[in-house]
T-cell receptor, first 113, second 114 residues
């Protein structure tokens, strides 16, 4: 158990819909990262937040947005969903000073039908 | 841009065999290099890291040496166990030191048979 929690574990929704994925980092970690894992694209960095502020951005679509709240939990919002958005979405967190030593949650599997 | 290339899997070995999973990278500057492991149904876990050329990272019997001259970071283990069956990802750090952006390879599946 990494200490990072993600909800829900599974999500099935239809094209055009909007969903919210939630992540709680390990106690004491200030950074949260979101990744998308799919068969064709592999594991892709989406976005990083540090203590409530956006720190780094990857190949995140404009239809996707994220935020980190004062209690440090984070949400990833995916809108106007397409079939190609079906993937495993991971959240990770890291302690201050060790940004690349990331602890991953179990992931949310999103299926868009 | 920065990228990581891993050998294609799956790699199938018998228990106690020697393991090598190749990883090469393309990067500007001097990135840190990592191996992460993903066991079935779980998130990734950091296995080992190396932060500069000629550093050797090691953990749980796995080793990898940061070779700048060949831009490689191959993962090795002398004697694999069934419990090592997992997907292994090579990764490099990207960007300034105050971000945690990792670029991952495509992953290599290891299957160890008893």
């Amino acid at each position: 158990d990494s200490g990072v929690t993600q909800t829900p574990k599974h999500l099935i929704t239809a094209t055009g819909q909007r969903v919210t994925l939630r992540c709680s980092p390990r106690s004491g970690d200030l950074s949260v990262y979101w990744y998308q894992q799919s068969l064709d694209q592999g594991l892709q960095f989406l976005i990083q937040y540090y203590n409530g502020e956006e720190r780094a951005k990857g190949n995140i679509l404009e239809r996707f947005s994220a935020q980190q709240f004062p209690d440090l939990h984070s949400e990833l919002n995916l809108s106007s969903l397409e079939l190609g958005d079906s993937a495993l979405y991971f959240c990770a967190s890291s302690a201050p000073g060790t940004p690349y030593e990331q602890y991953f949650g179990p992931g949310t599997r999103l299926t868009v039908t | 841009g920065n990228s990581v290339t891993q050998m294609e899997g799956p790699v199938t070995l018998s228990e106690e065999a020697f393991l090598t999973i190749n990883c090469t990278y393309t990067a500007t500057g001097y990135p840190s290099l990592f191996w992460y492991v993903q066991y079935p149904g779980e998130g990734l876990q950091l296995l080992l890291k190396a932060t500069k050329a000629d550093d050797k990272g090691s953990n749980k019997g796995f080793e990898a040496t940061y070779r700048k001259e060949t831009t490689s970071f191959h993962l090795e283990k002398g004697s694999v166990q069934v419990s090592d069956s997992a997907v292994y990802f090579c990764a490099l750090s990207h960007g300034s030191s105050n971000t945690g952006k990792l670029i991952f390879g495509q992953g290599t599946t290891l299957q160890v048979k008893p």
